[in-house]
């Protein structure tokens, strides 16, 4: 059966899907749109007929390739529908995808998509796919007021987004009091989202409703013994003064390089702007494993500079400062699968030929013979956001040196073995043997450096370092900082 559309009342055919596929599996964002549009979702499909029977969650980056793979590697013989919800890269084993960002990518034609602009996906999924509402309209507004960042308009602050605690204010209308309850669920999922199973057993046990997801998050959280509310205001207050010195003010932008050592509960991404109310931009660069440049406005501040700015097309213009750096690094498939699939294992879908043609095989530089792309076109690829917030992604995936071995735990005395990149096949042996036990015995190191020796190589020579995707990321950063800056000046 040819998979189906969806259309604003629903998906079509729905009763020959849900005969086809009597369950189905759902994979969704890790964050609050994430949830409820996963449980959004759930409702609808159990409205079906169609059993809803696991739900895990997928992230960008490496996380998004460690997902389970299906039982049955050709889903289409299997009996569990896999569903994508309120993510906007696209696999060719999903059934359902629906996803509310700016751009997708990686979906195949022969996916069944819902690709609205809204606030959020939730919005999508309870009030025009469904044709019965799902979540409660007030719930809604909440929802969609965290995911878009529409604090300003509402009159929410930075301490009221960050808050742990819910507690019911008689003297505040019902409207006040749930949007109270819907930003703590919002700092709560955050804040317990990487115990492990926190957020599937979220998905499967709660029912389209801000007040039951709150009551679902403090059942859960006693009952696996996570950390308590007091903790974790605790840790947030240490955060908020370590990360005074690590901020750097450039008139009215904000800018930081990674976020410093946390504790749980102690992160959040509107600290910059709690500390420094009066600024109107935060631009972030990340090294470690992530490789990412952030920029986003201050949603807090209704009156800022360049208030009708599109920090997407900044993005862009940033990428095209770097365009020339970035098309001479060339990214073959083994690479980026090597890298995409830091975190999986033999469970998971990992990064396949499919993907690649799915997610870059459009892209200008894309070779289909040596399955590559330059680094432009993969940050084109893999870059987006709203008009407020956006990412720069994928950094990482350049100046990785995958192709040097890795030598970080390697005695000393073997380092000129491991770098040794000549043609004698006798030294080229030792080092395999060394890269595969990490270790030599004294007769191997003697013998293979004294060949080296006999080339003329100066083993007492430190290989060259090169540039980094970290120096990148802070390169990228700087420039984005100017950018914007110059557009601030000349407003």
């Known amino acids: ?246 901020i750097q003010v450039v008139g009215n932008i904000l800018t930081q390089y990674d976020l410093g050592s946390m504790r749980k509960g102690s992160y959040d991404r509107y600290t910059p702007f709690r500390i420094y109310p009066d600024s109107d931009f935060l631009v972030t660069g990340m090294g470690g494993q992530v490789g990412m440049v952030q920029a986003s406005c201050n949603p807090f501040k209704e009156d800022r500079a360049l208030k009708g700015v599109n920090l997407g097309e900044i993005k862009d213009q940033l990428l095209y400062e770097f365009k020339l750096e970035l098309e001479k690094q060339i990214l073959p498939f083994k690479v980026i699968k090597k890298i995409a699939e830091r975190e999986a294992t033999e469970e998971s879908v990992g990064f396949t030929s499919r993907d690649m043609m799915a997610l870059y095989g459009k892209m200008p530089s894309y070779n289909p013979n040596t399955q590559s792309i330059n680094g432009y076109d993969f940050l084109l690829a893999n870059s987006g956001g709203h008009k407020c917030i956006t990412n720069i992604s994928g950094i990482n995936f350049l100046y990785n040196n995958y192709d040097k071995p890795y030598t970080r735990d390697l005695p000393n005395d073997t380092l000129p073995i491991a770098n040794y990149e000549g043609k004698n096949n006798f030294v080229n042996d030792i080092k395999s043997k060394l890269l595969r036990f990490r270790k030599l015995s004294e007769k191997q190191i003697e013998a293979a450096i004294n060949q080296i020796r006999r080339e003329g190589i100066d083993i007492d020579a430190v290989p060259e370092k090169g540039r980094t995707y970290q120096d990148l990321v802070k390169d990228m950063k700087n420039v984005f900082v100017d950018i914007l800056n110059d557009k601030i000046r000349n407003q």
């Open 1 to 246: 059966m040819n998979r189906r559309i969806i259309v604003e009342s629903g998906i079509r055919d729905i009763n020959l899907l849900a005969k086809r596929y009597p369950k189905a599996k759902i994979y969704f964002h890790q964050d609050l749109d994430g949830v409820t549009t996963a449980i959004a979702m759930k409702k609808y499909l159990e409205n079906q007929g169609i059993k809803v029977v696991d739900s895990e969650v997928i992230q960008y980056g490496s996380k998004e390739f460690a997902i389970r793979k299906p039982e049955l590697e050709d889903e289409a013989r299997g009996d569990v529908m896999p569903v994508l919800v309120d993510f906007a890269h696209g696999k060719p084993m999903f059934i359902i995808h629906t996803d509310h960002h700016d751009s997708q990518a990686g979906v195949e034609d022969s996916t069944a998509t819902s690709f609205k602009s809204a606030r959020s996906n939730v919005e999508t999924i309870s009030q025009s796919i469904s044709p019965k509402e799902l979540f409660k309209s007030e719930d809604i507004f909440i929802i969609s007021t965290v995911d878009s960042a529409n604090y300003a308009t509402n009159q929410i602050t930075p301490e009221m987004v960050m808050n742990f605690i819910y507690k019911y204010d008689k003297d505040k209308s019902i409207k006040q009091n749930k949007t109270m309850m819907g930003l703590v669920v919002n700092k709560l999922l955050l804040a317990y989202k990487n115990y492990p199973k926190f957020m599937e057993n979220l998905v499967m046990t709660s029912t389209p409703s801000i007040e039951n997801l709150y009551n679902n998050i403090i059942k859960i959280a006693k009952q696996g013994n996570y950390a308590d509310v007091d903790t974790m205001k605790k840790n947030q207050e240490k955060y908020i003064e370590q990360r005074k010195g690590s």
